[in-house]
């Protein structure tokens, strides 16, 4: 039985790379990392850490019926998401995921970060600063995407690393 399971799931990378750093942060006990196929398995570790990046505010379909499948393990969420630097919409975006962890399980907690997105989002943010109704709107948007550019960052490689040596004590 191994002591901590990784398992994401990763749509551009973004989780990839925090996954990798997470990986780096366990404790040197036996310890795997898998990236979310039909054939991952949900009982050979005693801890499962789950990655996610973000889709329609929650974590993919995929990941929603991995985490279903999780009995009387110890849990730990991590991901990406489009939108960053808010508490608020993280908390969101974690109390929408912890739900569908069963309470058998011990929830250990959930780290977040924000991610670079797909260049066409911009694009689509572009067209939209031609509608002066959308504009500001649009404005918001184009800043936040600006800002994800560069993330997951090694800041962020870094808190995960503190997020998952707190965790997994
Ligand atoms: C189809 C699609 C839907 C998305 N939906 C959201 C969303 O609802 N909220 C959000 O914050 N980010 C959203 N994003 C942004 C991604 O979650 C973000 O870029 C993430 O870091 C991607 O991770 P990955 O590179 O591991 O796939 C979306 C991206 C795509 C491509």
Not at 71 to 84: I, N, P, S
Not at 128 to 134: G, H, P, S, V
Not at 143 to 151: E, G, M, S, W
């Amino acid at each position: 039985m191994l002591k901590y399971k990784i398992v994401y799931s990763s749509h551009t990378g973004n989780t990839r790379g925090l996954a990798t750093a997470i990986y780096q942060g366990l404790p040197a006990h036996a310890k795997d990392i898998e990236e979310l196929s039909e054939d991952t398995r949900w009982d050979d570790a005693e801890t499962y850490l789950v990655g996610f990046w973000t889709d329609k505010g929650n974590c993919p379909p995929e990941v929603q019926e991995y985490l279903e499948k999780l009995t009387d393990k110890r849990v730990a969420l991590f991901g990406t998401c489009g939108f960053g630097g808010d508490e608020a919409y993280y908390k969101k975006i974690e109390d929408r995921v912890k739900k569908i962890i069963s309470p058998d399980n011990e929830y250990l907690g959930c780290f977040l970060c924000q991610g670079k997105m797909p260049m066409a989002v911009r694009e689509r943010y572009q067209k939209m600063m031609k509608d002066e109704k959308q504009k500001a709107e649009a404005q918001r948007q184009i800043q936040n995407f600006d800002r994800a550019l560069l993330h997951p960052d090694t800041q962020d490689y870094n808190n995960a690393m503190i997020f998952v040596r707190r965790v997994c004590e």
